[in-house]
């Protein structure tokens, strides 16, 4: 050492009773990562990407619909839809804005939809990432957890390179949904190698192919209209909007918010259907009145000509197959026989059993010191920036309750 130069500080080693390890660098886990690192405690956060938050960054076509302004009833779903009510009670949808705007993300709305004012969705991850690192949180990507165990007062996380350990572990893995490499929800397998509950994942927020040979006559084609569901026959939900027709079935988003209900149902083995109203201002008995009066007007058009300027041609086409088109017009059925699948599902509806897990900290009942976040659990919301607004906070409780455990 040169004479006069300062010795350097030897890093002080860190107590793995008083570190946090975070699994999954999502929303959820980026939030639980923040929050847990906020209280003092060493915070490690295990990614299996190469970065962190790839989903978020192409949510909402590269835009990111962060939340909702509007927390209605019914926004959020599972087995036990009200286990998320105690969560949002400790970090609602003003604590979240109040947290961006904190690390530098402001918000535009759209009708109670809320996006970052810069209307990139990439802001968001990149965003987090700087708070966590300036907390000092150890991210360490591409790492894959093989198991989790808990040995000698520690929780033990093991990869394929190391072992972790820390006084307490956030599961905040995500799903399978997303053709994002790294969805491949491998976080179930290790919440079951733990004696938790796995109600069956299903893709959610997705389109539905439906049985139609004729269906190829209306692709492309994107209208108002009112959705119906029904399950083994009876109504199970109704949604209006635009949406899109193609060549498989029906999609948008009147159809993404059912459709959590009808893979469910088809997991179940149960009938699906759906009557579209594409005039959906019109009954059957109204419309039948338009028409004569059209007619009157113009006697020299056809049936098909009659509904010009009413309905898109394409769609018009398909109609004029069917046994009646103005009652399907109006009531046009579908059977509904498979989603699109997990890769093409914005979210999953089922996950990690919560009559397992403590709604007040989002512990789990079977392990001390073990915590859960975002959409791993059986909770899934309606579209709109409701699965985000879980993620924000239920990674926020999350974090603050098990950084609270090494305290």
């Known amino acids: 050492?040169?004479?006069?130069?300062?010795?350097?500080?030897?890093?002080?080693?860190?107590?793995?009773?008083?570190?946090?390890?975070?699994?999954?660098?999502?929303?959820?886990?980026?939030?639980?990562?923040?929050?847990a690192a906020k209280t003092g405690v060493f915070v490690t956060l295990l990614e299996h990407n190469e970065k962190t938050g790839r989903k978020i960054a192409v949510t909402g076509n590269g835009r990111c619909n962060l939340t909702n302004l509007d927390q209605y009833e019914g926004a959020y779903r599972g087995t036990h839809p009200e286990f998320v009510r105690e969560t949002f009670e400790q970090f609602s949808v003003k604590d979240t804005l109040d947290f961006f705007e904190e690390i530098g993300i402001l918000t535009t709305?759209?009708?109670?939809?809320?996006?970052?004012?810069?209307?990139?969705?990439?802001?968001?991850?990149?965003?987090l990432e700087m708070k966590a690192r300036s907390l000092k949180v150890k991210i360490k990507t591409l790492e894959h957890v093989k198991k989790i165990f808990f040995s000698d007062n520690l929780w033990n996380v093991q990869t394929e390179t190391w072992t972790y350990q820390g006084g307490a572990v956030i599961l905040a893995g995500g799903s399978k949904a997303s053709a994002v490499a790294g969805a491949d929800g491998s976080c179930y397998a290790l919440a079951s190698e733990l004696g938790h509950q796995i109600i069956k994942p299903i893709p959610a927020l997705t389109g539905l192919k439906c049985q139609n040979s004729s269906l190829s006559l209306w692709a492309g084609v994107r209208t108002e209209a009112a959705v119906q569901l029904f399950i083994n026959g009876s109504p199970s939900g109704k949604e209006t909007g635009e949406v899109q027709l193609t060549e498989y079935g029906i999609s948008g988003i009147p159809v993404f918010q059912l459709s959590r209900y009808a893979?469910?149902?088809?997991?179940?083995?149960?009938?699906?259907?759906?009557?579209?109203?594409?005039?959906?201002?019109?009954?059957?008995?109204?419309?039948?009145?338009?028409?004569?009066?059209?007619?009157?007007?113009?006697p020299y058009k056809t049936e098909e000509e009659l509904?010009?300027?009413?309905?898109?041609?394409?769609?018009?086409?398909?109609l004029m197959k069917q046994k009646d088109p103005l009652r399907s017009a109006v009531d046009f059925k579908l059977t509904v026989k498979d989603s699109l699948g997990f890769d093409l599902a914005q979210v999953?509806?089922?996950?990690?059993?919560?009559?397992?897990?403590?709604?007040?900290?989002?512990?789990?009942?079977?392990?001390?010191?073990?915590?859960?976040?975002?959409e791993l659990l059986d909770i899934d919301g309606a579209c709109g920036g409701y699965n985000l607004q879980w993620a924000w906070s239920s990674g926020a409780v999350a974090g603050i309750h098990g950084a609270k455990e090494l305290i």
């Open 307 to 318: 509904f010009a300027g009413l309905l898109p041609d394409r769609l018009v086409r398909l």
């Open 263 to 298: 893979t469910r149902a088809l997991a179940e083995k149960k009938q699906v259907q759906l009557s579209v109203n594409f005039l959906p201002e019109y009954t059957e008995e109204t419309l039948k009145r338009l028409m004569k009066k059209r007619k009157e007007l113009c």
């Open 1 to 35: 050492m040169k004479e006069n130069q300062p010795a350097k500080k030897k890093k002080k080693p860190v107590d793995p009773s008083r570190s946090l390890i975070v699994i999954g660098g999502g929303a959820a886990g980026l939030m639980a990562a923040v929050q």
């Open 109 to 127: 709305e759209r009708k109670g939809w809320l996006y970052p004012r810069s209307g990139q969705a990439k802001c968001v991850p990149e965003l």
């Open 348 to 374: 999953c509806s089922g996950g990690v059993a919560t009559d397992e897990i403590n709604p007040s900290t989002l512990e789990s009942r079977l392990h001390r010191g073990l915590y859960f976040a975002g």
